[in-house]
């Protein structure tokens, strides 16, 4: 379903954000993290969008990098609970 979105409509930054986070929780992270750069480069202002890297580095390991994702997401929104949650998430492990 998330493809043929993609196909309608391939510049709706939340679709693309959302495929991306699906293709993360199916632990397919490299192309996850493609799905959500194209969606980042749609709506560079969003918190969510610029968040969505953190679940893609936290399923893959990849901890440092999660905490640099949502260090970022909290300088654009200090109160961003989903990046707080993630950087949470990441300094427990």
């Known amino acids: 379903s998330y493809l043929r979105a993609i196909e ?16 993360a929780l199916q632990n397919r992270v490299d192309e996850s993290l493609i799905q959500i750069q194209k969606a980042i480069e749609l709506d560079p202002t969003s918190p969510s969008t610029n968040n969505a ?16 994702t949502t260090d970022k997401v909290l ?3 200090a109160n961003f609970v989903i990046a707080q949650h993630y950087k949470a998430r990441a300094l427990f492990f």
């Not at 309608?8 to 293709?23: C, D, I, M, V």
């Not at 890297?53 to 640099?68: G, H, I, M």
């Open 8 to 23: 309608l409509n391939p510049k709706h930054a939340n679709t693309r954000q959302w495929y991306g986070e699906f293709l």
């Open 53 to 68: 890297p953190a679940l893609a580095y936290n399923v893959s390991r990849q901890f440092e990098k999660t905490l640099e």
């Open 75 to 77: 300088k654009m929104d």
